[in-house]
């Protein structure tokens, strides 16, 4: 007797996760409101692929003690390394420099893609996600940098969300080098380790709070599961000089921010013109009517990235909802952007302006979800065409063929129940319409059709068998078959 051979145990690794139609459908309804409100801004769409040369994305990741500092990587045939892309703006910048005589420039694309992260997964907190970016390569200008800060506010209530239901924070990269220069971190190669691992710290203020962060900024911080993240180094003079700079004028406007800036910074050159550049920022966006309500200066946001190397932003959810077990679930960052002057640098040695902002779809997905925003999407109305005997099972396909040339989602029942198992197959997939023929009914030209979302209706308010039979007469009926998609068009028009 031959040996049975061991199953392979189906599981997916930690941080993915698999998505069904349905979710689907929802997030593609939500990111088609964000579509339309990038291509109202004139950017046009780029795809590039998923995996790229380790080299060419670089290694920017603020994870740097996990494996491959943040990314998954593997060795061509050729020895070259390769790598899944972390974003999408690092394939951006590989992209432009390898076209840069032939773009317009500013160019001005946005993208949607699957990003991957070799980092600790966690709730909420996956290895594979979409983002949507929009970037601008070119310019220099701070207005630019005031239009990602706009395009997500409107972005953010194209998907339904009130004013009040966030904010998009902003702060500079230059501001925190005037901060990093008066706690005498070095500036340049001398003092990137230190300066990334402060940065890193402070990045993390809205996960671990301010505590967590003063071990990170000093000798470091175990995690409750035990693993142990070496901490900056900081004296305690310096640790709590950081602290109040994160804290500083969160709550007020946005020149009184500036004015706190100034003040904090000093007389550092980079710090002055970080502040100079937000006023700028100001402008553009008090000229086109964004308040302190959808736009607000920050210090706390810094962004992990080290390839930022001006204005940040991050857009934070603020409401607050229940979860399945009641408890409060805040969402927080769904998204942010900003700089990176240097990042096409490395392909062309000269530097060349840009700036981006991203929006975490998943995440977004999943608050809009909660609060119960998250739209019907663009998921057809299903109809479902049962199969009564062999015959059936040749005009089932000529009917579907009809529906379909009519624009209508429908398919046969290929199964091999009865008519009982096919209207609980029609009842899982969420259909609209089950389309019954059995002989009878092909002997007089007619079909019935079977309203099943009514139906569900009728079934739920009735309180007795006898009240679903007086309520359900409007649920089910025959029509000619000359009159099939007529009649399933009028069902599908109800139903919304």
């Known amino acids: 007797m031959p040996p049975v051979p061991e199953l392979l145990s189906p599981r997916l690794p930690r941080g993915f996760a698999d998505r069904r139609g349905a979710d689907l459908h929802l997030v ?7 579509r339309a409100v990038y291509e109202r801004y004139g950017f046009e769409q780029l795809e590039t692929p998923c995996i790229e040369f380790a080299d060419a994305v670089g290694k920017f990741l603020p994870d740097q003690d996990r494996p491959n500092e943040g990314v998954f990587a593997l060795q061509d045939d050729d020895e070259q390394w390769l790598c899944l892309r972390y974003d999408l703006t690092a394939p951006l910048a590989r992209f432009v420099a390898e076209n840069f005589e032939t773009l317009p420039l500013p160019f001005r694309r946005y993208q949607i893609g699957q990003v991957f992260r070799n980092e600790k997964p966690g709730a909420g907190r996956y290895r594979e996600f979409t983002q949507f970016d929009a970037d601008a390569v070119g310019t220099a200008s701070m207005a630019a940098d005031a239009e990602f800060c706009m395009l997500v506010a409107d972005a953010m209530e194209a998907v339904g969300l009130s004013r009040g239901d966030y904010i998009v924070k902003v702060n500079n990269r230059k501001v925190l080098n005037g901060i990093l220069e008066m706690i005498g971190v070095p500036m340049g190669s001398e003092g990137e380790a230190a300066r990334g691992a402060v940065l890193r710290a402070m990045d993390k203020l809205d ?7 003063r071990l990170l900024l000093g000798k470091g911080r175990k995690d409750p599961s035990g693993d142990f993240t070496a901490g900056a180094g900081l004296d305690d003079a310096s640790v709590e000089r950081v602290l109040a700079f994160l804290s500083a004028g969160s709550d007020g406007s946005r020149e009184s921010v500036c004015q706190t800036l100034e003040k904090l910074v000093g007389t550092s050159e980079a710090g002055l013109e970080g502040v100079a550049e937000l006023r700028a920022i100001d402008a553009t966006l008090a000229a086109s009517g964004f308040g302190d309500d959808r736009v607000r200066f920050d210090p706390s946001v810094v962004r992990g990235l080290a390839y930022y ?7 934070e959810l603020t409401f607050e909802v229940k979860d399945e ?3 409060p679930v805040r969402f927080g960052s769904v998204g942010g952007g900003g700089r990176y002057d240097d990042l096409v640098e490395r392909f062309k040695g000269t530097k060349v302006p840009a700036t981006g902002v991203s929006i975490g779809v998943s ?8 609060k119960g925003l998250l739209g019907a999407g663009t998921a057809p109305k299903l ?6 005997d062999a015959e059936g099972q040749v005009t089932a396909q000529k009917m579907v063929r009809e529906l379909r040339d009519a624009g209508i989602a429908s398919e046969v029942y290929l199964g091999s129940g009865r008519l009982g198992a096919q209207l609980k197959y029609a009842d899982k997939r969420g259909a609209a319409v089950a389309i019954i023929e059995g002989g009878d009914e092909r002997a007089k030209g007619v079909v019935k ?10 079934a739920k308010d009735a309180a007795t068998r006898e009240e679903w039979r007086a309520k359900s ?3 089910e009926f025959d029509v000619s078959r000359s009159e099939l998609v007529a009649g399933v068009r009028r069902i599908l028009d109800r139903t919304d």
């Open 309 to 315: 190397t001006g204005p940040v932003y991050e857009t």
């Open 449 to 458: 059709l079977k309203d099943l979302v009514r139906g569900a209706q009728r």
């Open 207 to 213: 996960r671990l709070g301010t505590d967590g962060v």
């Open 28 to 34: 593609r309804g939500m990111i088609e409101k964000i």
């Open 383 to 388: 109809v479902i065409v049962t199969v009564m």
């Open 363 to 370: 995440r977004l997905a999943a608050a809009l979800s909660m």
């Open 325 to 327: 077990n009641g408890q």
């Open 473 to 475: 007469g409007d649920t």
